[in-house]
Each structure stands twice: as structure tokens, then as C-alpha cells.
């Protein structure tokens, strides 16, 4: 019999399943209304326009759309991106942006071009879950840093850095990965204050920032802040966007936008990863967005995603028990909220509770990369329409409301039999 | 001023663009005849196919293909596949496939999952320049193996291995990579004997197989041989293979066939690298298997490329000087065959002539992990046109008659003054 692990990479032995992806299978009971999943509203896809954009490509250009194409992705698409990214606030040109295939491809290929094995990236506490994947994949160490409502702990993460210096891993500091627009999972925005001083951190300790924002489009309340890439003196952002929630996640089309020479090389990642991004996709989003469709998708988005959010926290304020403890955040735009429950309750044992009451959410441990974060779990309000969301939060609340009372009659329990 | 080189990965140092990338960039000239990408005929694109196919996944099922995807890809598709394999000669199932953005991407994955920095790597010489891409992309040592008109020298490969675990390496040798069918650059097939001596060393050393066939479907003369996969006995082969060639490169749509624990482990580096392939691409490639389109699109395939092969062979017989040591391959499928020059020429200085004739095609240290090779090109005969694979070859010939009276008169000349 043959061994395999004998043959794996160091990194290979490192890889798992996600345990949230895997969760995501049970979500997929009949019946259940799911918070789990981060996937985009299905009803709102533009299917007409995107019937008559393919059409017109493959009619005009089919030729061009079905063959190879350049690595760099498709510049009359990139010309349009530029256009995009005025609107949000970032100044750049065509050799700034790297067409990829979306956001989590993006970071594979900045995790390969910066990571040995070892490295150190700074991560909010909680972070992203395929930004966890990438860096694992790279054997990377990430460390967790406290995060409040308005982002990173700019204190915590220079307390960090400083303790790693000190024990003598200075060349091993690396990456500082932040979502800073209602990010995923915990729905909070980083303030501009912090990111300013997130940045001066980044240039006095020599680090990069990657900046994922792939729901900055997607506010719904509150002011825009400026990107972290714009508020970069010393070009160490690399900023990570997708066309996933604003257009469609199954053209798998994202952008990243950085300094040259760090998009070079990514260029260079990318050849030997996958030659290059799809063409036809490319063709057809380079159509979609010349007609100005994008726009008016993202003001859809726009609408339905901030009647869901204001149904999520109009339910949990009308059904959730008064617990000390028990909180959620309010996000200003994006997919996600995230509840923290009181101390003494798991996540996941709720989980198995809500998932009799047929509903489902994802635990917070899975958005830690020491799998913390046991009291409190994800909530997406994109996915399910406005009566489910009413209706699950109701169930959630019961789940809730039940998991208290056992937690007290087994406190009463013990307290029998250990007077 | 940020200092990108003291923050890059050892591998991400080790990046270089393609060399034959950037030389494809001269090749576009207005007027120039190019047999140096491995592009496929546009002309064969079944446009109308697609159009029909996309308009129907997209009004049936807009709603998925629209979506994120699992990250094993669609079922369906993997169903039309294992029925696909069959006519290969491969006896497979769904589990032991995997979807993948083509097979750029299948090699990204198995380095990936195999290979520390320094592992070794044994490949054919030539070898594909993508291999070389990705296995460099990891820090691979490759090691080139000799290899002749039936495919890698049995002999010689396990010379090299014997030699590497003398000085130590034993647990370093990682992979045999091999394209069996119509090999990329060289244009020859390995023959069953080869294989099954290839597996026979591979079993003895404890050596994976990557046995990469992305023309295996286009033969247009002699028998088809046995796959790898199939003649493995000990679960040691993995089968890359991909649309590009046979469909249309533009989806970035290719497929793995493997063991199961081997295609487990790659699904988690995939999830990791880009989440998912296009589940468009994927819903339409379904319907388009489904309906029978492939084999048809693979017969007009065929029947063109064939005409091609035979149009560059005759032509070459035709209009080539005769000159002891100039000699070509003749494969019996795919889109390349292989030149070799008198070894008194360099055809990078052949390649400057060439583009003055309006001709192109690439050097073969493209195709050489240490750039070796240097009397060799490699011909492309799938793009080009009849007429103008006809007239290239005219204009390469009186490429090469030039450089030989110039090499003569020098030679020549050198004579006079140093009597």
C-alpha cells in the first residue's frame, strides 16, 4: 500500500477540510433557513442582462472570448475597473490592477509571493475564513489580534510585533491582512483613525497591508471611508476586491489593486497558477460594465440587502431573551453580523440546537485561526428573504431561550447533588 | 522607499516571467506567421454551440450557474466525464475527479501538495515550459531526463535516481511528470513499453506520476496507447486533462482523475487557492457534453489539425535545405512537433532571422528547467492557417539556408585569417 503521507509537502500535512464548509453540508437539511453561508442573494442576479451581454460577445467576439487570453486579465476590463474604483474613492491606472480569479485567489497569490513557511500575519480577531485557508496553505503562523467595533487594536498589534522582535522573528513579519468594510464575519467597519494608524504601524515595523474589501460597494447607512490603499503613503497596500457580491460569484472575477512591482510578481504567481483568468467571463463583465449595468445591480443589491439587514435587527431586538452577555453588531453595509453570546454558552452546542429548530449559523470558532472565539457565531442576512429572516432569528431566539434553561437546571442539578 | 525584495518568499524570488511568454509578445507583428503559441484554431470555435448551450443553462438554471459552486465541482459534469474517460480507456468515477480552472491549474495543485522547497522533480527533456513554471513556482529541483522518439529513457531516469539517493535525497524525489500523448514541445508519444517500465521505477522508488495528456483526444494516425492511470497497479498516477484543447481554452475548464485520498487532498488545497472553478462554465461545458456536441467538436477537431500535421510535414520535406543534423518529429497527434538543428546553430540567433522573414516559433531552452537545448525549436500547427503553414515553412527554410551561408562564410573567413 502506498503511503501518501510520506510524499505530502510539509504545507499538504498542514491542509484540512474547513470545518465550516463541511458545517455549511448540514445546513443543507429541507427545511432549514440558513444564516450560514456568505452566498449572495440568487433572485437578484441579472440573468436577462447577462443573457444578452453573452450573446452580444460571443456574436462579436467569440473568436477572442473562447481562446487564451493575456495573464494580465483584459484591459478594456481593466480600463473599466479604473472607472469603477474612482467612484470608491481610489485613483489608479490599468498597471495597478491584476484581473484574478476572485477574492480568494488573490490571496493564494499573495500569500505565495510573500509567506515561507513560518511566517507571521496579523489577522483581526475574528478573520475571514478563507483568509485563514490561504495562509494555512503557505504554513504560515497568524496571529489573532483584538479586534473592538471600529476595527484592530492598533496597541495589540504593535504589543505583538514588538514581542515577536523581541524573541527574534523579525524577518518572519510579513502581512497584515484586514477587511476593513463591514467585515466578514463580524460586520464592523475599521475607522479611519485606525487605519491611519494601522498604516503608520505597517511602515515603522516594514510590513505589507492587504486590504480585502469585497463588500466596500455594499453600504447601506453611515459615510463611506476612505480606502486604505489611498491612505498609503509608502505603496505597501495591496487592496483585494471581486465582482462576487456585486455581480456574480459564479464568474469566479475578482481584481486586486497595488503598486507595480508588487503586481508584477503577482503576475508572475499567477502564470505559473493558472495561465490566466477566463476570458469569456472577462469579455462579458468587460460589456456589462461598459453599459453601466454594474451600477444599477449594486444599487439593487444596495436595496435588498439593507431591507434584510434592517429585518435581522428589528427580529433580534423583538425575539432575542434579555441575556448579560448577549450582543450583536450593527453593521453599516455588507453580508454579515455577528452574535456574541454569554460566557458560559458554546456556540456549538447551540448550533446542534438550532439545527433541530431548523436553522443555522456558522460557529465563530471557524473565523479564528486557534479556532477561539467559542461564545459566538455568524450570522448572513444576503441569503434567505425577509420572512425567513424573521421567522429564523424567531427560531434562533427560541434555541437560545431553551439552551439557557438547561445551562440553569444543570447549574440547579449539580448544585443537588454537590450541595 | 518599501524594499519588496526583503519581504518576498524564497519561491516568489525564484519567479521569472516566461521567457517564451514574453517572446510570444514579438510574434504578434502585423504580417507575421506564427507557429510559436499552442494556441488552437479560432476558426474551430463552435460559437453557435455555446450561444445555444449558455442561453439555455441560463433561463433553466440561471440561478446556479450565477452562484458559488462546490469546490469538487459540478457532479453532472464529472458524470459526463467518467463517460468520456471510458472512451480514453480510463475506468473511473466521480470521486475520483476533480473540476479544476484547466490544466495550469491541476499542476499548480499537485506541486502544491507535494513538493517542499528543493524536492525533486524528474521531467522529460524537453518538458512542458507550464511544468516548469509550476513546479519552479514551489522551489522544485527539476531534473531533466534524457529521453528519445518513445519518450523518457527508462535507464536514465533511474540512473538519476540512484544518483540522488546516493548523495542523500532519498526523501526528497517526489514526481515523474511526463506527457505520454504527443508530447508538448516534443510532438513524440511514449510507447506502452516506456510506460510501463516509467511505473515500474516510479513503484520501486516510491515516486508519484503526473501523467499530463491534454491532447490525448486528438490522434490522427496510429494507435491509441494504454493511459498511465490505467496501467498503474499501486494507486501512483494522477491524470491531468483539460477542455482547452478540445473545447475552448477561454472556459478555464480541465479535470483530474486520480486515487481518491490523492483528489481529497487536492480539493483542499483547491479550496484554499480559489474556492471554486466557474460553476457557469461548468453548467454550460455540462449541457454541451450532455448533448453530444464534444465528440462531434473533437472529430472536426481532428480532421483539421490532421490536415495541418500533414500540410507542415510536407512542406517541411519540401522546402528544408538538406543539412546532416536537421531533422524533425512526426506525432501521430496534437498541436507541436519539434525541430533539431545542427548543433553548430543557436536557434535563438535562427529565431532573430526568422522574425525578419515574418516567421515565429519558440526556442527550445524554453522547454529545459536549465535552458538547455539550444539547437532546437519547437512548431506550433494547430494556429496557422494551411496556406500559411505552407508559406512559414517556405520563409523558415530560407531562414535557415541564410544562417547556414553565414555560418559557412565565417567559418570561412575565420580560415583566411587564422591559416
Request: glycine content about 6%; hydrophobic content about 40%; charged content about 30%.
Amino acid at each position: 500500500m502506498i503511503n501518501y503521507e510520506k510524499l505530502f509537502s510539509k504545507n499538504a500535512i498542514g491542509l484540512k477540510r474547513s470545518e465550516i464548509r463541511e458545517l455549511l453540508k448540514v445546513t443543507r437539511i429541507p427545511g432549514i433557513i440558513s444564516f450560514a453561508g456568505g452566498l449572495p442573494a440568487p433572485d437578484l442576479f441579472p440573468i436577462e442582462e447577462v443573457k444578452d451581454v453573452t450573446d452580444y460577445i460571443l456574436e462579436k467576439e467569440g473568436k477572442i472570448a473562447l481562446q487564451y487570453g493575456p495573464t494580465e486579465g483584459d484591459t478594456r476590463l481593466k480600463e473599466e475597473l479604473v472607472r469603477h474604483m474612482k467612484d470608491e474613492g481610489i485613483e489608479t491606472t490599468v498597471d495597478n490592477i491584476l484581473i484574478v480569479s476572485a477574492s480568494q485567489q488573490a490571496l493564494d497569490l499573495v500569500a505565495k509571493i510573500f509567506l515561507n513557511r513560518k511566517d507571521f500575519v496579523f489577522v483581526e480577531e475574528p478573520t475571514y475564513v478563507g483568509g485563514i485557508q490561504a495562509f494555512n496553505s503557505y504554513g504560515a503562523n497568524m496571529v489573532a489580534v483584538k479586534s473592538d467595533k471600529d476595527g484592530i487594536l492598533p496597541e495589540s498589534l504593535e504589543a505583538n510585533i514588538k514581542t515577536l522582535i523581541d524573541k527574534g522573528f523579525s524577518d518572519k513579519l510579513k502581512l497584515i491582512y484586514i477587511i476593513p468594510d463591514f467585515q466578514n464575519p463580524a460586520g464592523i467597519t475599521t475607522s479611519e483613525e485606525r487605519r491611519k494608524r494601522i498604516l503608520d504601524i505597517a511602515e515603522r515595523y516594514d510590513l505589507i497591508v492587504i486590504e480585502d474589501t469585497p463588500y466596500r460597494q455594499l453600504r447601506y447607512s453611515g459615510n463611506s471611508i476612505t480606502p486604505m490603499i489611498t491612505l498609503d503613503n509608502s505603496d505597501r497596500v495591496i487592496s483585494l476586491f471581486t465582482f462576487s457580491k456585486i455581480f456574480a460569484p459564479g464568474f469566479r472575477l475578482g481584481w486586486i489593486v497595488g503598486p507595480k512591482e508588487l503586481i508584477e510578481k503577482i503576475i508572475m504567481a499567477k502564470q505559473a497558477a493558472d495561465l490566466c483568468t477566463s476570458p469569456f467571463t472577462q469579455s462579458i463583465t468587460y460589456e456589462y460594465l461598459k453599459r453601466g449595468y454594474l451600477e444599477k445591480q449594486i444599487n439593487i443589491i444596495r436595496k435588498d440587502y439593507m431591507e434584510k439587514r434592517d429585518k435581522m435587527l428589528s427580529s433580534l431586538e423583538k425575539f432575542m431573551p434579555k441575556l448579560e452577555g448577549l450582543s450583536w453588531t450593527h453593521p453599516e453595509g455588507g453580508l454579515f453580523l455577528w452574535v456574541n453570546l454569554p460566557e458560559y454558552m458554546d456556540s456549538r452546542e447551540l448550533f446542534l440546537k438550532a439545527i433541530d429548530k431548523k436553522v443555522a449559523f456558522v460557529i465563530g470558532e471557524a473565523f479564528h485561526p486557534q479556532a477561539k472565539c467559542k461564545n459566538s457565531f455568524r450570522l448572513n442576512f444576503s441569503y434567505a428573504t425577509k420572512e425567513n429572516i424573521e421567522e429564523g432569528i424567531k427560531r434562533l431566539a427560541n434555541a437560545i431561550k431553551e439552551y439557557e434553561e438547561e445551562i440553569k437546571n444543570k447549574k440547579f442539578g449539580d448544585s443537588v447533588v454537590f450541595p
